[in-house]
């Protein structure tokens, strides 16, 4: 019997996809908001996995969570170099700080 | 039973790295995300992508995470945030409990199937999938590239930009044109 453990994935899956998107509702720091986005992410490659591992195609499941593993981590350095920068130019990380663009 | 433990860590590490006030501790947390969603894969049979998560996720990002708070530096922002809490909170818990919907049926038809190896599903079957990999390390790589650049003019208040006194600057006027007669 295979469902428990595949259960206790999806509640995972569940549980990080909450408090990712409860951090990236709540929090200022944009630092943060990469690692709230990085949670979120991490919850889908879970997804993608145990979606493979459900249908008994793990290794197709694999290799598309390669593939989302590279865009994760190029949201994360395109996220951090933005926020160094803004933090260069701004002097600060807060996000409602971030208001030269309001028209 | 150890999947529950699995699954309750991964959740109680996203919640410190949320809750955390020192972005080090945050990030920290969530290397340990990755680490214990890299041993779910490996329980789900999964080993490939598991030690490319553990090495790539709890790896090279907590790595330019400790390198962008060290240049950043570590700022806490005690303000309140953009979106009420408690609206967070329930778009998050109603956002969790649409996607429970959805899989959560799935989670007990399992269909054991044969499939090719895992080399020849990424390079043959999954083939555009890498070309698309590489235009993506490719701007990767020019963002590592402007977290190491310095800003041109930085215009932020505290940095000020020194004017030259006057008269050196005549004098240094001076002292060219004669260099040029």
């Known amino acids: ?103 | 039973m150890i999947q529950l433990f699995l699954a309750a860590a991964a959740i109680g590490c996203a919640v410190q790295a949320i809750r955390a006030g020192r972005l080090l501790a945050s990030a920290l947390w969530l290397a340990g995300v990755s680490a214990i969603v890299a041993l779910s894969f490996s329980l789900m049979g999964a080993a490939q992508v598991a030690v490319i998560e553990l090495s790539v996720g709890a790896g090279l990002v907590t790595v330019l995470f400790v390198f962008s708070i060290g240049i950043a530096g570590d700022e806490t922002i005690d303000a309140r945030s953009v979106v009420p809490r408690l609206v967070a909170l329930v778009l998050g818990l109603g956002s969790s409990a649409l996607v429970a919907l959805f899989i959560l049926p799935e989670a007990a038809t399992r269909t054991p199937t044969s499939e090719p190896a895992f080399a020849k599903v990424l390079w043959e079957i999954r083939g555009p999938d890498v070309m698309l990999q590489l235009a993506l390390i490719f701007s990767g790589v020019l963002g590592v590239l402007s977290l190491l650049t310095e800003g041109e003019a930085p215009s932020h208040p505290s940095v000020m930009v020194r004017e030259v006194p006057k008269e050196l600057a005549e004098l240094t006027e001076m002292a060219l044109e004669g260099e040029r007669r």
């Open chain 1, 1 to 103: 019997m295979t469902f428990e453990p595949l259960a206790y994935v999806l509640i995972a899956v569940i549980g990080l996809f909450g408090v990712g998107l409860y951090g990236l509702l709540t929090v200022r720091n944009l630092i943060k908001v990469v690692v709230a986005l990085q949670i979120l992410a991490k919850s889908a490659l879970l997804a993608l996995v145990a979606a493979g591992y459900a249908g008994g195609v793990v290794q197709l499941g694999q290799s598309i969570a390669v593939t989302l593993i590279v865009a994760d981590t190029i949201v994360a350095v395109v996220g951090l170099a933005l926020a160094v920068q803004v933090r260069r130019r701004m002097g600060t990380l807060d996000v409602s700080a971030l208001s030269s663009l309001k028209g």
